[in-house]
Antibody, heavy 123, light 106 residues
Framework: QVQLVESGGGVVQPGRSLRLSCAAS????????MHWVRQAPGKGLEWVAV????????YYADSVKGRFTISRDNSKNTLYLQMNSLRPEDTAVYYC????????????????WGQGTLVTVSS | DVQMTQSPSSLSASVGDRVTITCRAS??????LAWYQQKPGKVPNLLIY???TLHSGVPSRFSGSGSGTDFTLTISSLQPEDVSTYYC?????????FGQGTKVEI
């Protein structure tokens, strides 16, 4: 059973940095592309970034491009999101999520999702 | 970028009612659409992918249809445990855009 566990959230001042981690188990991590999705308090879901299984291809939402960096360490079965120049509007629960089945296109649905980690950007 | 618009934003129905949620894409996305259910305070869970394929373990009262720009999620007989917010999502290419959500209440 695939399990994704995020960590690294907390309260941070505007302009500062934070790194989120997502530890994966129950799968061959290096086989799957991975995503970050966020949800501001009381709001809907917003896709943030994706990384290919080999870590080469990365895409970002316009709202975080140039500030956030997605990466992975396949030897540690861990996905990361480095968040720099944080803004109050980045306040959200951040979820990691696995792409669809092995062998499918890079462009698939998300399943499963981690439980999320809350990032609060406030002075 | 393609925009995803859900309607209604919220609805209230009775147990046993048939409930329909619509999702419209601003451009043709073929069948590259997923639906997720997010119960209050919980993690989103996949319900349907490829517009109409029910994910493993999802009750058969849920169904999806549509292609191109217009899609629907139907709950054939609403149950108390279906109280949730439902999101559509396109995945034909990046960005992976979600609809704004539809909150379903009893």
């Amino acid at each position: 059973q695939v399990q994704l566990v995020e960590s690294g959230g907390g309260v941070v001042q505007p302009g500062r940095s934070l790194r989120l981690s997502c530890a994966a188990s129950g799968l061959i991590f290096s086989d799957y592309g991975m995503h970050w999705v966020r949800q501001a308090p009381g709001k809907g879901l917003e896709w943030v970034a994706v990384i290919s299984s080999d870590g080469v291809r990365k895409y970002y939402a316009d709202s975080v491009k140039g500030r956030f960096t997605i990466s992975r360490d396949n030897s540690k079965n861990t996905l990361y999101l480095q968040m720099n120049s944080l803004r109050p509007e980045d306040t959200a629960v951040y979820y990691c999520a696995k792409k669809g089945p092995l062998g499918s296109s890079a462009y698939t649905w998300f399943d499963p999702w981690g439980q999320g980690t809350l990032v609060t950007v406030s002075s | 970028d393609v925009q995803m618009t859900q309607s209604p934003s919220s609805l209230s129905a009775s147990v046993g009612d048939r409930v329909t949620i619509t999702c419209r894409a601003s451009q043709d996305i073929s069948h590259y659409l997923a639906w997720y259910q997010q119960k209050p305070g919980k993690v989103p869970n996949l319900l349907i992918y490829a517009a109409s394929t029910l994910h493993s373990g999802v009750p058969s009262r849920f169904s999806g249809s549509g292609s191109g720009t217009d899609f629907t999620l139907t709950i054939s007989s609403l149950q108390p445990e279906d109280v949730s917010t439902y999101y559509c999502q396109k995945y034909d290419n990046d960005p992976w855009t979600f609809g704004q959500g539809t909150k379903v209440e009893i």
